[in-house]
């Protein structure tokens, strides 16, 4: 029997701290005008409190839509976080979200794909719950741009803002739910916008950071150009792709980096009526991998997506790349409130993994005392020995070809 992606729950999470164009105007040489005429944007929401970031955004959003699904955190299988400003390079920021929610049966990884990253995970999931490889499978997408964003940089600084969203998508018997995908690369255009330190290419050195390298760079105009023509191309292709015309599209909800692309690719280039398209970047800026989740939330609260509702995502971004999904919206709208006890117990849940994370902690400290595996202990095998080898020897015995 064929399995289908269905979208079954949804979350989002913005910062408290609403950052406006006219405090921009204090901070650096700009205008409420100039940002709001050029990019549509008026205010961006700003992680202000440390303790706020990637992962913890991304935990709210993600136990926002297990809420909505009435899925606890113990039957997901897989956890996909896309993001670009991640809690560390290395562990993913998915396996902190997975360790926050408890999700005990759960992989957990990142996706670089920038700002096309979401879509990019929800074909992922997509394919795994076909395959029967996954039963559930959280996607989100999060970010916290305004620890990489340079608060010197006009040309950047004034569109970026922090936000999570995410949605647990189901396999279902239904069909519907993720019709069809289009993902693309262009690595030629991957100096267009970049984070140029920090990675093996320029490891971070006190140059690098004096010289500011350290933070999102770059060449507006181009990717404004490129952006334009993607969206309307990639658009039609996933349209036709699952089997649709664009007359048959009830909403998209494109990537929220700058309302003047949007009008020109989506609704110029491609005919579709305004009110078909979801905007909310006016208050929230661009949250890169987290527009379309957070746009997506949006849209459902308002009332503008219904059952059997054909729906596009559409995004655009570094890499460069782009991607786009077609999609039969089968969850019901609105859903029915969770039982207080249901929500006491989610709560209850959470606790728990709190405590049992922190005991797990503890005890890996205390590791080096257990009996069952003593590092020292653990010898080369015997044809190492015999040769005399150490670690170093170990390599040069192998490039020798092992004979
Ligand atoms: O998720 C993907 C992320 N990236 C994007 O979506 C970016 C796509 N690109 C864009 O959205 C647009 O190119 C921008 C909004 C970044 C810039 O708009 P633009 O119409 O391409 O402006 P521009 O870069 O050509 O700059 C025009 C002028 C320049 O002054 P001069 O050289 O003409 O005197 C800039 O220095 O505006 C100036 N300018 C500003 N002025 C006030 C640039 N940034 C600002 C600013 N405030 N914040």
């Not at 901070?27 to 990019?39: C, E, N, Q």
């Not at 976080?81 to 990142?110: I, K, N, R």
């Not at 959470?350 to 020292?376: N, P």
Request: hydrophobic share 40%; aromatic share 6%; glycine share 8%.
């Amino acid at each position: 029997m064929a399995r289908y992606a269905q979208i079954v729950g949804w979350g989002c999470y913005v910062p408290e701290r609403v950052l406006t164009n006219r405090d921009l105007e204090g901070i650096i040489d700009t205008s409420d005008d100039w940002i709001f005429s050029r990019t549509g944007i008026r205010e961006r929401r700003i992680a202000t409190n440390p303790r706020e970031t990637t992962a913890t955004m991304a935990t709210k959003a993600a136990a926002a839509a297990l809420r909505v699904a009435g899925v606890s955190a113990n039957e997901v299988d897989l956890i996909i976080c896309s993001t670009s400003s991640p809690e560390h390079q290395f562990p993913a920021t998915a396996c902190l979200v997975q360790d926050a929610l408890g999700a005990e049966h759960a992989g957990a990884f990142d996706l670089s794909a920038a700002c096309s990253g979401f879509v990019y995970a929800l074909t992922l999931a997509r394919s795994m719950i076909a395959t029967g490889a996954a039963q559930n499978v959280l996607v989100i997408g999060s970010e916290t741009l305004s620890r990489i964003v340079d608060w010197s940089d006009r040309t950047t600084c004034v569109l970026f803002g922090d936000g999570a969203g995410a949605v647990l998508l189901s396999a279902s018997e239904e069909p519907g739910g993720i019709l069809a995908s289009v993902l693309g690369s262009d690595g030629s255009g991957g100096e267009l916008l970049s984070l140029p330190a920090g990675g093996s290419r320029m490891p971070t050195t006190l140059e690098t950071v004096t010289g500011r390298q350290h933070y999102v760079k770059m060449d507006g105009a181009a990717v404004f150009r490129f952006a334009t023509r993607i969206m309307a191309t990639a658009t039609r292709e996933v349209v036709q792709k699952a089997g649709l015309t664009l007359d048959d599209i009830d909403l998209i909800i494109p990537h929220q980096a700058n309302a003047r692309i949007i009008e020109s690719s989506v609704h110029r280039q491609l005919k579709i009526p305004r009110e078909k398209i979801f905007i909310n970047l006016e208050r929230y800026g661009n949250t890169s991998t987290a527009s379309i989740p957070l746009a997506l939330c949006e849209a459902i609260e308002s009332g503008r997506i219904k059952k059997n509702d054909h729906l596009v995502f559409v995004s655009f971004g570094a890499g460069l790349t782009w991607a786009a999904t077609a999609i039969k919206w089968g969850a019901p709208v609105p859903v029915s409130q969770p039982k207080w006890w249901k929500e006491a117990q989610r709560q209850g849940a959470y606790g728990a993994a709190r405590a049992r994370s922190t005991v797990r902690r503890l005890l890996r400290k205390y590791d080096s005392l257990a009996e069952d595996i003593r590092v020292s202990e653990i010898e080369l095998p015997e044809r190492f020995r015999v040769l005399g080898l150490g670690k170093r020897g170990v390599k040069k015995h192998e490039q020798n070809g092992n004979e």
